[in-house]
């Protein structure tokens, strides 16, 4: 999410009275180009945080913006070879997640506005924002009256990850690669006027209550500031959780777990296989769920859970759908678990 220190509308504190009304524990603000220091702490009891997204503004055309988290000092000044940025990003102890990997530019503007991540091949980076709300809504302005519809009725545009993304992932994973996944808002404020018609195009808390990244701490957040950040921060390293379009229906409650019998692995985790593993998938209510090697379909069901067991290697995950509004949504994306 953004703020007017690059071109957002809402400040730092805004930003956490619309969490604190959404339900978000924590939020992490990424200006473009710009590591805000000095704003981070609990504000309105919502943990805020403060990364970075960074992209070459000289690069034509534009693409490949990198979220930073955790690396504590301006990165923008290695925007200019993505993969130099991604090496100083870990020796900062930080965490990069490309952003909108997989983008559209909108049928209304004459600017290219694809931001989609152009610059493979490429290490060592933490993961890929699966779903982004902006990215999806966006893609949907197909025509002006497209425009004034989803500006109208902005739930309607919601549907999940482009295809595209999911399959970026799954490639990632094919390599053997270790590729988390967050879901971002990717809030901006920004206000449209469109003849006599004005408003402001999903605002924060709007898009608080959408999609968001659900990550399983070591323990309860302590509401030490310190603390708190380094639990999030751990959890964002390896993936430890999911993304939940909480709008069709809290995803709180979604757990995948895997066992080999003697050790048990949670989303993020590796799991050694010795022989046939089990996956356990529970969700907070009853949708079709998904399990997925690799991206490759191993098992489905209608329902709220699914077990299942195998010998397959690679990267296991899971997609829930559900019915909601009138149409099948995109509902829970989890983190892979990894059989090795
Ligand atoms: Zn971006």
């Given at each position: 999410?953004?703020?007017?220190?690059?071109?957002?509308?809402?400040?730092?504190?805004?930003?956490?009275?619309?969490?604190?009304?959404?339900?978000?524990?924590?939020?992490?603000?990424?200006?473009?180009?710009?590591?805000?220091?000095?704003?981070?702490?609990?504000?309105?009891?919502?943990?805020?945080?403060?990364?970075?997204?960074?992209?070459?503004?000289?690069?034509?055309?534009?693409?490949?913006?990198?979220?930073?988290?955790?690396?504590?000092?301006?990165?923008?000044?290695?925007?200019?070879?993505?993969?130099?940025?991604?090496?100083?990003?870990?020796?900062?102890?930080?965490?990069?997640?490309?952003?909108?990997?997989?983008?559209?530019?909108?049928?209304?503007?004459?600017?290219?506005?694809?931001?989609?991540?152009?610059?493979?091949?490429?290490?060592?980076?933490?993961?890929?924002?699966?779903?982004?709300?902006?990215?999806?809504?966006?893609?949907?302005?197909?025509?002006?009256?497209?425009?004034?519809?989803?500006?109208?009725?902005?739930?309607?545009?919601?549907?999940?990850?482009?295809?595209?993304?999911?399959?970026?992932?799954?490639?990632?994973?094919?390599?053997?690669?270790?590729?988390?996944?967050?879901?971002?808002?990717?809030?901006?404020?920004?206000?449209?006027?469109?003849?006599?018609?004005?408003?402001?195009?999903?605002?924060?808390?709007?898009?608080?209550?959408?999609?968001?990244?659900?990550?399983?701490?070591?323990?309860?957040?302590?509401?030490?500031?310190?603390?708190?950040?380094?639990?999030?921060?751990?959890?964002?390293?390896?993936?430890?959780?999911?993304?939940?379009?909480?709008?069709?229906?809290?995803?709180?409650?979604?757990?995948?777990?895997?066992?080999?019998?003697?050790?048990?692995?949670?989303?993020?985790?590796?799991?050694?296989?010795?022989?046939?593993?089990?996956?356990?998938?529970?969700?907070?209510?009853?949708?079709?769920?998904?399990?997925?090697?690799?991206?490759?379909?191993?098992?489905?069901?209608?329902?709220?859970?699914?077990?299942?067991?195998?010998?397959?290697?690679?990267?296991?995950?899971?997609?829930?759908?559900?019915?909601?509004?009138?149409?099948?949504i995109g509902w829970i994306f989890s983190n892979p678990i990894y059989a090795r």
């Open positions: 999410m953004h703020t007017p220190y690059s071109d957002g509308e809402a400040y730092h504190d805004e930003i956490a009275t619309a969490a604190s009304r959404a339900g978000i524990d924590a939020v992490i603000v990424t200006d473009h180009n710009v590591h805000v220091r000095g704003l981070e702490g609990y504000q309105h009891g919502v943990l805020v945080l403060v990364g970075e997204e960074v992209h070459n503004p000289r690069r034509r055309p534009q693409a490949s913006h990198c979220l930073i988290y955790g690396a504590e000092v301006e990165m923008a000044p290695y925007a200019a070879h993505p993969q130099n940025l991604i090496r100083q990003v870990s020796e900062c102890g930080g965490i990069a997640y490309l952003a909108h990997p997989v983008e559209f530019a909108s049928g209304i503007s004459l600017e290219n506005e694809d931001f989609s991540w152009k610059d493979w091949p490429l290490q060592g980076f933490t993961g890929i924002e699966i779903w982004n709300v902006m990215s999806e809504f966006k893609a949907r302005l197909w025509n002006w009256p497209a425009a004034v519809f989803f500006a109208l009725f902005p739930s309607l545009a919601m549907r999940g990850p482009f295809p595209g993304a999911l399959r970026l992932w799954d490639s990632l994973h094919a390599e053997g690669r270790r590729v988390a996944a967050v879901g971002n808002s990717d809030a901006h404020g920004t206000h449209f006027g469109i003849g006599a018609l004005k408003l402001t195009v999903l605002p924060y808390e709007y898009l608080f209550r959408c999609v968001n990244t659900h990550l399983l701490i070591e323990k309860p957040l302590t509401r030490d500031f310190e603390t708190d950040k380094r639990l999030l921060l751990n959890a964002l390293r390896v993936g430890r959780g999911f993304v939940g379009c909480d709008m069709a229906g809290d995803t709180r409650g979604f757990r995948f777990v895997a066992s080999n019998g003697v050790d048990r692995a949670e989303m993020g985790d590796e799991l050694r296989r010795t022989g046939m593993i089990r996956y356990k998938v529970t969700c907070p209510r009853a949708a079709s769920i998904r399990l997925l090697c690799n991206g490759k379909l191993m098992a489905q069901a209608s329902g709220d859970s699914l077990d299942f067991q195998s010998l397959e290697m690679g990267a296991w995950r899971v997609e829930v759908y559900r019915r909601w509004r009138g149409r099948r």
